[in-house]
């Protein structure tokens, strides 16, 4: 069964730096655009940022351009949420996920698997 783990969440103070990663296991890795979502309390989960299978093409969020920046490592099977500049605004879970297309898509149904998510809060 494939299995997407995120980690590198935790508490931080607004403007400083997170990195996330998502280790992925079971999965022709290679093959698959990875994308990143969020969902903060009372609120739909939302497209963060995504790159397409081969590293090429990248999309982001309106809100996180300029901050946030995604990267994979098709090698180690992971890919990478490096954000800077957080706000409180930022703060939500985040999750990971796999699209098999390999697009770097910005549409939540188009993904195939996701993780369990790591909770990112950031104080003011």
């Known amino acids: 069964q494939v299995q997407l783990v995120e980690s590198g969440g935790g508490l931080v103070q607004a403007g400083d730096s997170l990195r996330l990663s998502c280790a992925a296991s079971r999965l022709t890795f290679n093959q698959y655009g990875m994308g990143w979502f969020r969902q903060a309390p009372g609120k739909e989960r939302e497209f963060v940022g995504a790159?397409?299978?081969?590293?090429?093409?990248?999309s982001y969020a309106e809100s996180v351009k300029g901050r946030f920046t995604i990267s994979r490592d098709n090698a180690k099977n992971t890919f990478y949420l490096q954000m800077n500049s957080l706000s409180p605004e930022d703060t939500a879970i985040y999750y990971c996920?796999?699209?098999?297309?390999?697009?770097?898509?910005?549409?939540?149904?188009?993904?195939?698997?996701w993780g369990q998510g790591t909770q990112v809060t950031v104080s003011s």
């Open positions: 996920a796999a699209d098999l297309w390999g697009s770097a898509s910005v549409f939540r149904h188009e993904y195939d698997y």
């Open positions: 790159i397409s299978w081969g590293g090429s093409r990248t």
